[in-house]
Nanobody, 122 residues
Framework: QVQVVESGGGFMQAGGSLKLSCVVS????????IGWYLHAPGKHRELVAE???????YYSDSVKGRFTISRENTKNTVYLQMNSLESEDTAVYYC????????????????WGQGTQVTVSS
């Protein structure tokens, strides 16, 4: 009942910027937590940035000061502004949300997008 779709990935030179978008769609749901994870080759999926239920942002140490997460609540859309990109940022970025589904009273579920590739060259 909930679909997560990312966009905005691509190729960028080190020092450049990209802006990722994530749209959560469906019916009868409420986004509780939403954020971005990355999965680099040979590594486990890890948190990049996240907004908690109060809208408080959290960032991994590696992206603090460079990336900014924001949300448009009325459209269930979240963005990841990625500045000062480094080659180490290269990965597939996944949008994740923990959302309450009204058809299952009081129950939340994890939903993941298909990922968008970010490649940074130096």
């Amino acid at each position: 009942q909930v679909q997560v779709v990312e966009s905005g990935g691509g190729f960028m030179q080190a020092g450049g910027s990209l802006k990722l978008s994530c749209v959560v769609s469906g019916s009868r749901f409420t986004v509780h937590i939403i954020g971005w994870y990355l999965h680099a080759p040979g590594k486990h999926r890890e948190l990049v940035a996240e907004l908690d239920s109060s809208g408080q942002p959290y960032y991994s140490d590696s992206v603090k000061g460079r990336f900014t997460i924001s949300r448009e609540n009325t459209k269930n859309t979240v963005y990841l502004q990625m500045n000062s990109l480094e080659s180490e940022d290269t990965a597939v970025y996944y949008c994740h949300t923990y959302a309450y589904v009204y058809t299952d009273v009081g129950r939340g579920y994890d939903y993941w997008g298909q990922g968008t590739q970010v490649t940074v060259s130096s």
